[in-house]
């Protein structure tokens, strides 16, 4: 080790940070400036990757969680090489790779997008489940590291309750979080919003925590020893560090530690930007340049790094010759693709709620697809995925070889593990909770879509039919909230998100195959808790005109020159059903029913597709158990939706729907009455 070029990197870390944010006249340079020391002691020594080769699969990863200190990485993935001087003097500008907050970029070391505190340790913890689940199947060569970095902020938000319980509860020995304690946050100092003790309340939930000087770069390698030599606990490493460091005053006085470092370029503060790059051996006059000796240090760094990581390679090489039938299941894992499925041969019976067709979905694939990561909030017996629960066992500390992650009741905890078990890759995460609970899971939600992460989220309980529980349990406007998501397109151009409301068991089959097959956004079911009749079949196949489903929308009942089209999603689908049947009964009429899983997917077919399944010249009538904006797309300005505009009702589901009048004959007469204003 040479403690001069360890000092002088670091404070190189310090005056990029501080430039950038200065260029930028926009971002948070004093937290960069504390965490530099562990930064660069952590990657210089201890990380490992291929710099050839970043997207190795078993590398070592970094999550970050405090994304506001994206200068941090930016400065030291720039003496790493993935990121050039324009880069970082171009920090937060349209069109450069340095964002804001940090975006996803496995190419340049980002491995999570993060900004929303809280969220980017609890992905790590993730793709730290991952890590042991794949372990446990292909072997203890498998033993690379996932290292956080967290803020006061991040401490804070009440995710970390349930990250930090379940990391512990796990004994993810694998996962090792820095924690930048350095007492000061954007508005105030720490202890006049908290007294709490950081250390002990980890260690309660089952960390081992160390509590070192984050300057000192003797402690933070001690601390980086002996954490990667645990082997039964996850551990926190507190780094006291001072807000700040190395900012200077125009006097040339020291000004570290003060608040208003935090949030806002230096010059804005009683800082003196020349001074403190001056002070920190960087020059003003180019402040986006790597110090010479820091240069030639990370490129003997990086060379070994590469040499290590072949070393590395070549042990795993050795295990997949010995092991092919392993190493073949394990490429097939990382590939993302999935074995051979009929999902026709599935058996349901005859008018199952879609949760319950859902489970026999869930216990058909918990045979085919081993490398699906089930989860629920202490839900799996109501939201049915106890379907693939019996099928396998539960993950616990010491023993990952099963399938399922048994998350307790935190719903955001458990979407956020999700999102970290698709970033690491190998692995189809599916979490499961009742519809109005989605309300918990939306940050992690939002960020699925951001980062374009092929997870699976299954909601039951999808209406005000769960009856006696009462408004706070029956979702109204949580299907409206979700399928905006539909509306909005991800950096790729696409959806962000792919919402499925399945008609009845055999829709339901084929929303799974959908979901599954959907590798590049997140997919939410809804699903009801009610049981549905199914819709009749058109010909002798039911699963096979359900597939139509795949375009988001079709006939499920379909007439020449019909009088009146009815479109639905969902349970409300049987409910047309039995409506039509009176309609044409009873008064003549002739009828079409569109069923609409996904009005997003839907809106991607060709026009002429559309105007097929909703041709515009007709009235159009739709029904939803949620608020009317969910269909009015659909139906047009001259259509109509009847649907709910208040909360729910404590009572059982048959008389809400009576009460509510989501009853055929209702229906029925709400049609014949629209039916005369056209």
């Not at 780094?239 to 700040?244: L, P, R, V, Y």
């Not at 060379?303 to 394990?330: G, M, Q, V």
């Not at 159009?620 to 009847?642: C, I, Q, R, S, Y």
Request: hydrophobic share 40%; net charge negative.
């Amino acid at each position: 080790m040479n403690k001069k070029l360890d000092q002088q990197a670091a404070d190189n870390i310090r005056a990029l940070a501080v430039a950038m944010v200065e260029k930028a006249n926009s971002g948070h340079p004093g937290g960069p400036m504390g965490g530099a020391d562990f930064m660069h002691i952590l990657y210089s020594e201890f990380f490992n990757f291929d710099p050839t080769d970043m997207e190795w699969p078993f590398r070592d990863r970094f999550f970050m969680d405090a994304g506001h200190l994206s200068t941090l990485m930016y400065a030291q993935y720039y003496l790493l090489g993935n990121y050039g001087k324009n880069d970082v003097a171009n920090f937060r500008q349209w069109g450069s790779i340095t964002p804001g907050h940090p975006e996803v970029d496995v190419k340049r070391g980002i491995e999570n997008t993060s900004g929303p505190l809280g969220q980017g340790h609890t992905m790590g913890i993730g793709a730290a489940i991952g890590a042991k689940f794949l372990q446990s199947r292909f072997g203890d060569w498998m033993d690379h590291k996932i290292y956080g970095f967290i803020s006061d902020g991040g401490i804070q938000e009440e995710i970390s309750q349930g990250a930090g319980r379940i990391a512990g509860h796990l004994g993810l020995s694998n996962f090792i979080m820095f924690f930048d304690s350095n007492d000061i946050q954007l508005s105030t100092s720490t202890d006049e919003v908290t007294s709490e003790d950081t250390a002990m309340k980890y260690e309660a939930w089952g960390w081992k925590v160390v509590t070192i000087d984050g300057h000192n770069h003797d402690e933070i390698r001690k601390a980086l020893v002996d954490a990667n030599s645990e082997t039964e606990r996850p551990t926190l490493i507190v780094g006291k560090t001072i807000m700040g460091k190395g900012a200077v005053a125009a006097d040339g006085s020291m000004f570290e530690g003060h608040c208003e470092l935090h949030g806002q370029p230096i010059g804005h503060t009683g800082a003196d930007y020349a001074k403190t790059l001056l002070n920190l051996g960087a020059n003003p006059e180019s402040p986006f340049d790597v110090f010479e000796d820091v240069q030639a240090f990370y490129k003997d760094i990086l060379k070994e790094k590469a040499e290590k990581a072949a070393k590395k390679k070549a042990e795993i090489s050795a295990w997949r010759a010995s092991n092919k039938a392993l190493a073949d299941k394990l490429d097939f894992f990382l590939s993302g693709e999935l074995p051979e499925l009929d999902f026709e041969s599935i058996e349901h019976k005859a008018g199952l709620a879609s949760r319950a067709a859902s489970s026999g979905v869930l216990g058909y694939l918990a045979g085919k697809v081993e490398n699906m990561i089930v989860s629920s909030a202490d839900l799996s017996n109501s939201d049915k995925t106890d379907g693939f629960l019996k099928k396998t066992h539960a993950l616990k500390k010491g023993d990952f070889s099963g399938s399922f992650l048994q998350a307790g009741v935190a719903e955001l905890t458990m979407a956020c593990v999700a999102n970290g078990l698709a970033l690491h890759g190998g692995i189809i995460p599916v979490v499961a909770t009742f519809f109005v609970f989605s309300d918990y899971m939306k940050p992690a939600i939002r960020l699925s879509g951001i980062q374009e992460l092929g997870v699976k989220y299954v909601w039951t309980h999808d209406a005000f039919r769960v009856g006696e529980d009462g408004p706070t349990h029956q979702p109204v406007e949580q299907e409206a909230q979700i399928r905006l998501l539909e509306k909005l397109k991800n950096h790729s151009g696409s959806p962000s998100f792919l919402a499925l409301r399945p008609a009845d068991s055999a829709e339901t089959s084929v929303a799974w195959k959908m979901a599954l097959e959907n590798k590049k956004t997140p997919t939410g079911l809804i699903l009801s808790r009610q049981n549905i009749k199914d819709i009749p079949a058109i010909g002798t196949s039911r699963y096979q005109e359900a597939l139509a489903a795949e375009k988001g929308g079709y006939l499920v009942k379909e007439v020449e020159n019909p009088d009146v089209v009815l479109i639905a999603n969902g349970s409300e689908v049987a409910t047309l059903v039995a409506a039509a049947e009176i309609l044409e009964s009873e008064n003549g009429l002739k009828v079409n029913i569109a069923s609409v899983i996904s009005e997003g997917l839907f809106r991607l077919q060709s026009k002429d597709y559309q105007n097929a399944v909703i041709p515009k010249n007709k009235p159009l009538f739709g029904l939803t158990a949620g608020l009317p904006v969910n269909l009015e797309g659909l139906v047009g300005d001259n259509g109509k939706v009847f649907g709910l505009d208040h909360f729910g009702y404590s009572a059982p589901a048959n008389v809400l729907d009576d009460k509510f009048g989501f009853t055929g004959e209702k229906v029925s007469k709400e049609v014949l009455e629209y039916l005369k204003t056209v």
